[in-house]
């Protein structure tokens, strides 16, 4: 299989905050970058190194897991290769000393990667890191980046009140994965159906995108060789994580599992896992706080205690409901039968994430219009009350409700999907006049035109959906 290249997608807004930061370096800024391994933060910042240009010098320092001599002797190399520079490091306020003569002659660049290390392996790098801005770096032309792919770690040394470095920072950005809209940029070749199938299975994770690009022209080839075959690259992708930032990982992992199975309340969570219901709001936050991976979303104009727990990384979700439960065959070397489950499957499973592509597309226009109806709207969401009715999009606009139906089906949606959105639409409690949307794969039925027309419904299918997107880019 082929390997991962090196095209660089996305983060224009990222790299825009980094060069106005430099644009306008006067004194010193320490900015943090973290985020979950596999996002493209090292990536990131070396695209904003290579950015620089003119006299300026910038210097990238990778701290691996070793001693401390080591890394010491490391930097020191690094240091030799990039600017031709010599310096041995005996003490930290060597480098120190090195890097204040030096943004003294301009403004310089300096980006450490995988900096949480240093608290294991170094601690007195942090101590005299804290010590040396304090008393003169923070005044000199320098940007220092600080990258870590441990959230944890990166919040105990930076971000929380008791970190070696809180206060210190000038900036902070947790890098998120691609939106729906990034991921079309990097999969622009492919049809807007398969557009969707494959964000819903692979999500925003840039390396795991990379991979299933290198994997295969089609979503089930690309499925079995990136996850499921036994040389997969991704096929322990969850469960490595997970061990990475936490421990008890199995507690965790019954928990993804279980958000993944469609449990979305504490107790329907609490109940599958087989744990207390006040336990559990913990494993939760810190799958969220720390991972990013779950988040609770509460009903539009409902109850906040009707909140409900979803997974937000489209691969892990996709993971959990369908690869750990095929574990048995795929130690087996059956893939084949496992990935015959998962495509029986997959249709159904690619319509919640329907759903969240056509919500990013009315956030994309808010302050636009799609067709005759303007936007302008503080949140979106979906509604739905406690005994089961449910509608997909929902948003307070411009005095009235907007609510809609979205379906993912190879049949045109019907007229029956209009008379039952509006029929639930009459037990939102929220005043104003309502507006209906409806959202579908492949189009929709005479009759369910004709009614859109009689009731000034928007109606949307794939290639609506296709051409908004392309107009913002």
């Known amino acids: 299989m082929k390997q991962p290249g090196e095209q660089f997608y996305g983060r224009k807004e990222e790299l825009d905050f980094f060069a106005k930061r430099w644009d306008t370096l006067s004194k010193g800024e320490l900015i943090i970058l973290y985020g979950r391994r596999r996002l493209g933060k090292t990536r990131l910042a070396k695209k904003f190194m290579d950015s620089i240009g003119g006299k300026s010098k910038k210097l990238y320092l990778f701290v691996n897991a070793q001693e401390e001599s080591q890394i010491k002797e490391d930097f020191s190399k690094d240091i030799l290769e990039q600017t031709g520079d010599t310096l041995k490091i005996v003490d930290w306020k060597d480098l120190f000393d090195y890097l204040a003569i030096e943004a003294g002659k301009g403004k310089l660049c300096v980006v450490i990667d995988e900096f949480q290390r240093t608290k294991v392996t170094a601690p007195a790098f942090i101590t005299q890191l804290q010590?040396?801005?304090?008393?003169?770096?923070?005044?000199?032309?320098?940007?220092?980046?600080?990258?870590?792919?441990?959230?944890?770690?990166?919040?105990?040394?930076?971000?929380?009140?008791?970190?070696?470095?809180?206060?210190?920072?000038?900036?902070?950005?947790?890098?998120?994965?691609?939106?729906?809209?990034?991921?079309?940029?990097?999969?622009?070749?492919?049809?807007?159906?398969?557009?969707?199938?494959?964000?819903?299975?692979?999500?925003?994770?840039?390396?795991?995108?990379e991979l299933a690009k290198a994997g295969g022209h089609e979503l089930p080839k690309a499925i079995e060789t990136v996850v499921l075959g036994n040389a997969a690259p991704l096929r322990d992708e969850p469960k490595n994580l997970l061990e990475f930032e936490l421990r008890n990982i199995a507690r965790y992992n019954s928990i993804l599992h279980a958000i993944a199975a469609g449990k979305q309340t504490v107790k329907e969570i609490a109940d599958v896992v087989g744990v207390k219901q006040s336990s559990l709001p913990a494993y939760l936050s810190s799958l969220d706080r720390l991972l990013g991976l779950v988040g609770k979303k509460d009903p539009m104009f409902g109850r906040k205690n009707a909140g409900r727990y979803a997974l937000k990384d489209n691969f892990f979700r996709f993971w959990y409901r369908f690869v750990l439960s095929q574990s048995s065959l795929l130690e087996l070397g059956r893939a084949d039968k496992a990935l015959e489950t998962i495509t029986g499957q997959l249709d159904s499973y690619v319509g919640r994430e329907y759903e969240r592509v056509a919500?990013?597309?009315?956030?994309?226009?808010?302050?636009?219009?799609?067709?005759?109806?303007?936007?302008?709207?503080?949140?979106?969401?979906?509604?739905?009350?406690?005994?089961?009715?449910?509608?997909?999009?929902?948003?307070?606009?411009?005095?009235?409700?907007?609510?809609g139906e979205?379906?993912?089906?190879?049949?045109?949606?019907?007229?029956?999907?209009?008379?039952?959105?509006?029929?639930?639409?009459?037990?939102?409690?929220?005043?104003?006049?309502?507006?209906?949307?409806?959202?579908?794969?492949?189009?929709?039925?005479?009759?369910?035109?004709?009614?859109?027309?009689?009731?000034?419904?928007?109606?949307?299918?794939?290639?609506d959906i296709q051409k908004l997107y392309d107009s913002k880019r």
């Open 131 to 209: 010590n040396q801005w304090d008393s003169r770096l923070k005044n000199e032309r320098i940007m220092l980046l600080l990258v870590g792919s441990s959230i944890g770690m990166m919040t105990k040394i930076a971000l929380a009140g008791t970190g070696a470095l809180y206060g210190r920072k000038t900036g902070q950005m947790q890098l998120q994965p691609f939106t729906y809209a990034d991921f079309r940029r990097m999969f622009h070749d492919l049809g807007e159906e398969k557009k969707v199938e494959w964000f819903a299975v692979f999500g925003g994770t840039p390396y795991y995108l």
């Open 359 to 403: 919500i990013e597309l009315f956030k994309a226009c808010n302050g636009g219009k799609i067709r005759d109806l303007e936007l302008d709207f503080a949140k979106i969401g979906s509604w739905w009350d406690k005994r089961g009715n449910e509608i997909d999009i929902a948003f307070e606009n411009r005095g009235e409700l907007v609510l």
């Open 406 to 463: 979205v379906k993912w089906t190879a049949d045109l949606v019907g007229v029956e999907v209009l008379e039952n959105l509006m029929k639930k639409a009459q037990l939102v409690n929220r005043p104003g006049r309502r507006r209906f949307v409806l959202v579908s794969k492949n189009g929709f039925t005479r009759g369910c035109l004709e009614r859109a027309r009689e009731t000034n419904t928007l109606t949307l299918d794939l290639k």
